[in-house]
């Protein structure tokens, strides 16, 4: 593990450099045992692909202290334990409309639209990390047939809930934005809501399922979500 100083509130640990399973647990756990030590000055953590980001009050405590603490607890963790984190199963409605990108990741594949989709919903995707827009999942394990290139000029509005492909990756905007991925589908779940009192839909570390349903199904979840 590296650790290094990020401004004059923030520690930085380093556990590798590449986006891998093994070490997206590890920094998992990590994170956890931080959280559950309860040390004096960290104000937040945020996990990411491969390294862990403390920040901390510098009043209360001061870089080389919590460095010290922080390499200390990393020795007692049991890395690369596979913990329990949630399934999250996600309705999409793909192509048309909601997809518009669908039939070019088919071309670029070399396959049917209906095989994209198939490929893409019949397997689970581990939540690496949250970033860009809050509640944007990074999700691993693309199948290699449909890796796409992103957008050459992103587009400056995405509607929420699109799903989409960046490269070796696929995820969902929680929110209206703007972005550069290819969109194959969307989800008439609301992803984000800030004013949401209970725990957030998914969270990195859980594994999202995503299930295809037609455009009536797609409208009569939205249309309950909206009365919800």
């Known amino acids: 593990m590296k650790i ?24 998992m756990e990590l994170n956890r045992s931080i959280m559950a030590a ?4 960290i104000t937040e953590t945020v996990p990411a692909f491969c390294s862990v980001l403390v ?13 010290s603490r922080l390499e200390k ?3 007692t963790v049991t890395l690369g334990k596979k913990s329990g984190g949630r399934l999250v199963e996600i309705p999409v409605c793909y192509g048309g409309e909601s997809g518009p990108d669908l039939s070019f990741v088919a071309e670029h594949a070399g396959m049917k639209e209906r095989e994209v989709i198939r490929i893409h919903s019949s397997r689970d995707y581990r939540i690496y990390m949250l970033g860009f827009l809050p509640g944007f999942p990074y999700l691993g394990g ?13 587009r400056t509005k995405i509607p929420a809930g699109s ?15 703007p972005g550069g991925w290819q969109l194959i589908g969307r989800t008439p779940l609301k992803l984000f809501d800030v004013k949401r009192a209970e725990r957030p839909l998914y969270e990195a570390g859980d594994t999202i399922r995503f299930i295809p349903i037609t455009l009536k199904e797609y ?7 909206e009365k919800g």
């Open 38 to 41: 309860s040390i004096e000055g």
């Open 219 to 225: 409208h009569k979840i939205r249309l309950e979500q």
């Open 4 to 27: 290094k100083a990020v401004g004059d509130r923030g520690v930085l640990l380093e556990l590798g450099e590449t986006i891998d399973e093994t070490v997206n647990r590890q920094v």
């Open 55 to 67: 920040c901390y009050d510098p009043i209360i405590t001061d870089y080389d202290l919590l460095s």
């Open 142 to 154: 693309l199948d290699k047939k449909i890796h796409t290139p992103r957008l050459t000029t992103p």
């Open 73 to 75: 607890l990393s020795k």
């Open 163 to 177: 799903v989409g492909i960046g490269g070796e990756q696929t995820g969902i905007y929680p929110m209206e934005s």
